[in-house]
């Protein structure tokens, strides 16, 4: 199964982690919410997949282009 990391395309803080590692994704799946400029932006999985490894939790703090999550598809 070849993994995919997931990066996000802005900086800022984790609000939500609605998949769970172990949890399914498709394609477009939502894998966490990043709060910017008091707005919400989703990040979502390229694949469908497992998620194998989330690499943030809930209030950290992330960098545009930062890899956030690992999907096995």
Same mark, same amino acid.
């Given at each position: ?5 997931? &990066? ?16 399914? &994704? ?16 989703? &990040? ?26 690992? &999907?096995?598809?």
């Amino acid at each position: 199964m070849p993994e995919i990391k997931i &990066v996000t395309e802005v900086a800022g803080r984790i609000c939500a982690t609605p998949v769970q590692v172990g949890g399914t &994704v498709a394609d477009g799946d939502e894998i966490v919410l990043v709060e910017a400029m008091k707005m919400e932006i989703p &990040v979502a999985s390229p694949a469908a997949g497992t998620l194998t490894s989330l690499l943030v939790k809930i209030d950290d703090l992330v960098a545009e282009g930062q890899a956030i999550a690992i &999907v096995a598809s």
